[in-house]
C-alpha cells in the first residue's frame, strides 16, 4: 500500500491538479524511449538540423511554464507528408513536415506544441497505457521482481499502438485548455490556438484530414474548439507583448520546399 501511495500521486494539470498514476515516471521514460526507437526506426527524421533545433526552441519555451519539468523532452520533425504531430509517453514528441507546412505563424506551431506537452503533462498517455496493459502486466512492470525487460517490451508495443489511435475527446480538450494557458505564460499569442484550430477546419472541408492523432475523429469538432479557445481567451489577462512570429515562420518553411 505504501508503495502504491508513493507512485499514485502525480501531478497532471495545471494548479497542482493530481490523479492516480501507477507506472512511475522512471518507467514511463523507458517506455517513452523505446517508442521513440521504433518511431526512428519507421519514420525519416528531417535531415535539417535548423528545423530541429527550431521546434526544440519552442517547444523548451513552453515546457519551462509547465506544470511537468520533471522529465527531459525531446522534439523531432519527421518528413512526412502526414498532417499529424503526437506525443509518446515519458516527453518524446513529434511533429511531421506535413502539418508545419500548413501553418502561417509561430504562434500556430505554438498552440500544437503546447497542446501536445499538455498531453504530457496530463499523462493522458500513460492513463491509457496503464488501462490497456492490465493490472497483472502494469503490476510486473513496476512490481515484478528480477528482469522486467518482458512487462517493459510489451509496454512499449502497446504504446506505439495507442499513440495513433486517439485520445478521448474529454482528454483533447483538456490538453485544449492547457495549452492556451501555457500559450499565454510561454509569452505566445493563444489566439494562434484559433487560426490553428481554424486551418484545421479548413482542411476536413476540404478532405485532406489526416486519420491518424492530430485530426483523428475523437477530437472535437473545430467548431466546439474555436468557440472553447475564444472562450477561454476572452478570460484570460494578455499583454500587448505577445509572440506571433508569422516572418520567422514563413522563412524556415520555405526550408521545407514544396
Known amino acids: 500500500v505504501l508503495l502504491l501511495l508513493l507512485v499514485a500521486c502525480a ?36 535531415p535539417d538540423s535548423a528545423w530541429q533545433a527550431y521546434l526544440n526552441e519552442v517547444g523548451q519555451r513552453i515546457v519551462r511554464v509547465s506544470d511537468r519539468t520533471d522529465i527531459e523532452y525531446h522534439f523531432t520533425v519527421i518528413e512526412s507528408d502526414q498532417v499529424n504531430a503526437f506525443a509518446a509517453p515519458g516527453g518524446y514528441i513529434y511533429f511531421y513536415t506535413g502539418l508545419l507546412k500548413k501553418m502561417e505563424s509561430e504562434a500556430e506551431m505554438a498552440a500544437v506544441m503546447a497542446h501536445e506537452i ?80 481554424e486551418t484545421l477546419k479548413e482542411l476536413r472541408g ?8 492530430l485530426l483523428a475523429s475523437s477530437h472535437p469538432e473545430a467548431d466546439e474548439r474555436i468557440q472553447n479557445a475564444r472562450q477561454q481567451i476572452a478570460q484570460l489577462q494578455l499583454s500587448g507583448n505577445l509572440t506571433v512570429g508569422r516572418d520567422r515562420y514563413q522563412q524556415m518553411v520555405q526550408r521545407l520546399g514544396d
Not at 497532471?12 to 493530481?18: A, R, S, V, W
Open 206 to 213: 476540404d478532405h485532406q484530414a489526416s486519420s491518424l492523432e
Open 118 to 197: 499538455s498531453h504530457v503533462v496530463a499523462r493522458h498517455g500513460i492513463k491509457r497505457l496503464q488501462a490497456a496493459m492490465g493490472v497483472q502486466l502494469a503490476y510486473q512492470l513496476v512490481f515484478g521482481d528480477g528482469d522486467q525487460s518482458e512487462a517493459l517490451n510489451a509496454a512499449v508495443g502497446i504504446g506505439m499502438g495507442l499513440a495513433f489511435a486517439g485520445y478521448s475527446r474529454e482528454n483533447e480538450r483538456e490538453a485544449d485548455r492547457y495549452g492556451i494557458i501555457y500559450m499565454r505564460d510561454a509569452g505566445y499569442d493563444p489566439r494562434g490556438a484559433v487560426d490553428m484550430f
Open 11 to 46: 501531478t497532471t494539470g495545471p494548479g497542482g491538479e493530481k490523479s492516480l498514476i501507477l507506472i512511475p515516471t522512471s518507467y514511463e521514460v523507458s517506455i517513452g524511449q523505446g517508442m521513440a526507437q521504433q518511431v526512428r526506426a519507421q519514420e525519416t527524421v528531417l
